[in-house]
């Protein structure tokens, strides 16, 4: 909660790699400056900095950075209900991921793709996104807090389709 305190030393660090000339660290400080910008709720303010990261890992040929930072900036265009942006990156995401064979931000991603569906209303989509996602994170073993956080967006995709038994199973694993 110390966001001051966190973009202080986010900006001494991108500045100790910038002297060092180190692409990598420099995109990595520049990630998450937009993530601790996107925190603090300046949405539009974090672009500029996943737009240099995404710069710099792409110099840097680290794709799983790219990734991560497609996840980052879609974050910020969601947030803002900007959802054909978010999409977009959310999909570059899903695509680098998917080629690398990191399920977990992999299954992020599909979730993430899942709320855009259902906050545009197309409920069909967003069902099958969170069920691809939880599948996965079943695969893998995932995080409680993620398998409760999936199941309870399925469980509301699912209510808003009409599908009320079958929404409280997913909701009730959320809960568990």
Do not use: K
């Amino acid at each position: 909660g110390d966001y001051a305190g966190a973009l202080a030393h986010g900006q001494q660090s991108l500045s100790m790699a910038e002297r060092i000339g180190d692409a990598q660290a420099m995109a990595r400080a520049q990630n998450l400056l937009g993530v601790i910008t996107l925190e603090r709720g300046n949405n539009t303010a974090a672009i500029p900095y996943f737009e240099r990261a995404l710069d710099l890992y792409t110099q840097a040929e680290n794709i799983h950075g790219q990734g991560l930072v497609h996840n980052g900036m879609a974050n910020a265009y969601f947030s803002l209900g900007r959802w054909t942006d978010a999409g977009a990156h959310y999909r570059r995401a899903r695509e680098i991921f998917s080629q690398i064979g990191d399920i977990y931000w992999e299954a992020a991603a599909d979730n993430n793709l899942g709320s855009i569906a259902r906050d545009q209303g197309r409920l069909d989509d967003a069902v099958a996104c969170y069920q691809d996602a939880l599948r996965a994170l079943e695969q893998i073993g995932g995080s409680p807090h993620f398998m409760a956080a999936f199941s309870m967006n399925l469980g509301n995709a699912l209510i808003r389709r009409g599908e009320v038994e079958e929404a409280r199973h997913y909701l009730r694993i959320s809960q568990e």
